[in-house]
């Protein structure tokens, strides 16, 4: 890759996006070498998407992404593009406050996506996503155009972290790596739970508005978020068989 404007922070940043990556991999949410994950230039000139041909468990620096501006032109990198790059390019111009964006295939909420019925707050995952998470129904196509990408920033909308592609994935996003990370891991096991509880034919109920107002601030907040990427970077270091970092087993501090 060319260094060009890759700055030492610049340089932290992408590989802790490709940390990310290789972290929703381990999490449910690799698919071959289909999903990606973006993070916003901090200069204004565009995106830094995954590269094509590599899988999210791949994806190890920040040689492994390539620089796009606001029209998809790539301006840095030697890899080639992913053809769904407006998914990332039209969400970003649409959202001041989103930094990074993934789309995946996560096996549950992929399922998901093909139902008609609210995401439920089964149990506590479920519930930072409540009253529900928004729905892209226009296409079952690729998001390969510009158009097609507005569509899903505004089937997103200017409040929701995620937005459902129906018969397709899932996009999630956040104010950070960390932020976007942990809100697609707690999407897909919502997702699954209600899937489960759906197929078990028990009776079965979720809290009410009241109790969903008080619970959420109680749940997903800034610190839960800092410690479950710790969590997260702790156990994908005992599977990369990083010692440096888990050198008492990925429960350590």
Known sequence: MSDTGLSNSLRTELDKVARAHRILEMEGHGDKTLGHMSLRDPDGRGIWLKRKAISLGETIEAEDFVLLDFAGKKLVGDGETHNEWPIHTEIMRARPDINVVAHTHAF?????????????????EGGYFYPDVPRFSGSAELIN??????????????????????????????????????????????????????ASGFKWSWPDDDGMKKRGPQTFHPQFVDRSWGFYSRKLAHFEGDTTVATHGFYRA
């Open 108 to 124: 549950h909420a992929s399922v998901f996506s093909a139902i008609d019925d609210p995401l439920r707050p089964v149990a506590i």
């Open 145 to 198: 155009t510009e158009p097609l990408g507005r569509s899903l920033a505004a089937a997103l909308g200017p409040e929701a972290w995620a937005v459902l592609m129906k018969n397709h994935g899932v996009t999630f996003c956040g104010t950070s790596a960390e932020h976007c990370t942990v809100l697609g891991i707690c999407l897909e096991i919502a997702c699954k739970q209600q899937l489960m509880v759906g």
